[in-house]
């Protein structure tokens, strides 16, 4: 099994900076973190899931989707088994519930069917 706890949502004004963390923890996890890929998704009210960006643990290889590239960036700590997305120059439209969520690394990291475990979520707002 493999457990993950999003922190660090909010509310901040258009242009802000936000940073997410992702806790994973689990016997799965522990013994088998380097097949695993992390990911971040977003769901808006009204709207469906979204693919935000994704990071392979055994080499940090990183994935984003078009809208954020450029402003987020996702990155690891090994110490941690923590998973952040830093978020920067954010505008209204970023305004979701962050989900976090994990699988192992099959090459498929922005379709959320395929992940296998998941967060609670984490509020974030923009207002503008």
């Known amino acids: 099994q493999v457990q993950l706890v999003e922190s660090g949502g909010g509310l901040v004004q258009a242009g802000d900076s936000l940073r997410l963390s992702c806790a994973a923890s689990?016997?799965?996890?522990?013994?088998?973190?380097?097949?695993?890929?992390l990911g971040w998704f977003r769901q808006a009210p009204g709207k469906e899931r979204e693919f935000v960006a994704a990071i392979r643990w055994r080499d940090a290889m990183t994935y984003y989707a078009d809208s954020v590239k450029g402003r987020f960036t996702i990155s690891r700590d090994n110490a941690k088994n923590t998973v952040y997305l830093q978020m920067n120059r954010l505008i209204p439209e970023d305004t979701a519930v962050y989900y976090c969520?994990?699988?192992?690394?099959?090459?498929?990291?922005?379709?959320?069917?395929?992940?296998?475990?998941w967060g609670q979520g984490t509020q974030v707002t923009v207002s503008s």
């Open positions: 969520a994990a699988k192992t690394d099959d090459g498929t990291v922005r379709y959320s069917r395929y992940y296998d475990y």
């Open positions: 689990g016997r799965t996890f522990s013994r088998t973190f380097s097949r695993y890929v």
